[in-house]
């Protein structure tokens, strides 16, 4: 009996490794299979993390995520784009508000800034040249306008520089296009108005080696928010925005509930893209206040606008608006604030930024 027992220990020691082998492999199958569960209900993890961080300044209201598709944003509006546009870089053209206005309504975003003379700059945003068959009419920059390509992205161009102060303030190596030096790519008409269309700036980025993307995701001075529901906290009724820079320069943003957006009055006429015969209008709009410099030289003045002096500012939308502060940072790089000192969240379309002189802030209202 002892020698039978004795045999068939290494028998039940074979069983015995083998039942526990199977436990190991079922725990391990169970486990592996709970976690492809897990991904599966989640999404796959990189997708599920690009859905909601693709861009670093949008939010996505938690219902309207979707876990198996990854989405992306325009960076400027937050409207919902295809992944190939996410670092398509943005085209900042800098426009005359004395001169006919084409292809300007496409706009992401068009910020307004005065010079001494009575007649503003608009510098418009967008990425839809693709489609625009005449832009303008274009007018020269200033170093306080193309400093907001540190704000915003982009490939500016424009009809040369006639700032003379700070010409050399802002370094735009690789990122201005300018058509008073390559001519070919934009062409005059009446008045000598310099105009350019979507062939001749794509030919322009090839020939001359400009970057048509961006190497990541521009940060821009705000969150912008996804949510249709979405509401401003201000308390500050805003119908109606009037900017008054100068006799000849008086903008007014006036807002219709019908259309649900701010239509943008140049002395009290309503702008109009002739391309398109269309009104500009705007979802959003800001107003800044910023510290200036006139200088004064012997055959003429000339303004300067400090975009890096901070100061205060409105946001408004849906006829509402709350006051705002923003700041500069060494870089350049502006960041808008509400009262509570937070990053300004915004709503998503297109904008409408103004900056004001300190010194006029009694030229501007709200009501």
């Not at 001749?200 to 940060?219: M, Q, R």
């Not at 009290?268 to 200088?295: G, H, P, Q």
Request: glycine share 6%.
């Amino acid at each position: 009996m002892k020698k039978s027992t004795a045999n068939r220990r290494p028998a039940r020691l074979v069983a015995f490794m083998m039942i526990a082998t199977i436990l190991l492999c079922i725990i391990a199958f169970s486990a592996g299979g709970w976690q492809s569960m897990t991904n599966a209900q989640k999404g796959d993890e990189s997708d599920f993390s690009d859905n909601i961080y693709a861009n670093n300044n949008i939010i996505i209201p938690q219902e309207n995520i979707t876990q198996q598709i990854t989405k992306y944003y325009n960076y400027l509006t937050g409207a919902e784009i295809e992944k190939d546009k996410l670092l398509l870089r943005k085209t900042a053209f800098v426009m005359s508000t004395k001169t006919p206005l084409f292809g300007i309504s496409a706009a992401d975003i068009v910020i307004e800034m005065p010079t001494e003379s009575y007649e503003n700059r608009l510098l418009v945003y967008t990425d839809s040249i693709n489609t625009v068959g005449k832009i303008g009419s274009l007018a020269p920059t200033r170093s306080y306008i193309s400093s907001m390509l540190a704000s915003f992205g982009g490939l500016l161009v424009a009809n040369g520089n006639d700032d003379t102060i700070k010409k050399d303030s802002v370094i735009l190596d690789g990122k201005f296009m300018d058509l008073s030096k390559l001519t070919e790519y934009s062409y005059k008409e009446k008045n000598d108005c310099v105009y350019t269309n979507n062939d001749l700036i794509k030919s322009g980025i090839s020939n001359e080696g400009f970057a048509s993307h961006e190497s990541s995701v521009p940060t821009v001075p705000y969150i912008i928010s996804t949510d249709e529901k979405y509401a401003t906290s201000g308390d500050v009724s805003a119908q109606n925005i009037h900017l008054v820079f100068s006799e000849g320069e008086k903008s007014t943003l006036s807002y219709s509930t019908e259309k649900g957006c701010y239509t943008f009055f140049k002395n009290e006429k309503a702008l109009t893209d002739i391309l398109y015969n269309t009104e500009l209008t705007y979802k959003n709009v800001f107003v800044l206040f910023a510290d200036s410099v006139t200088y004064e030289k012997e055959d003429k003045t000339e303004l300067v606008m400090n975009t890096a002096s901070g100061g205060r500012g409105y946001y408004a939308r849906d006829g509402v608006a709350e006051e705002i502060t923003w700041t500069c940072d060494a870089s350049g790089k502006m960041t808008f604030k509400n009262r509570e000192g937070a990053i300004l969240t915004v709503g998503s379309g297109n904008s409408y930024i103004g900056f004001m002189k300190s010194s006029q802030i009694d030229n501007f209202s709200i009501k």
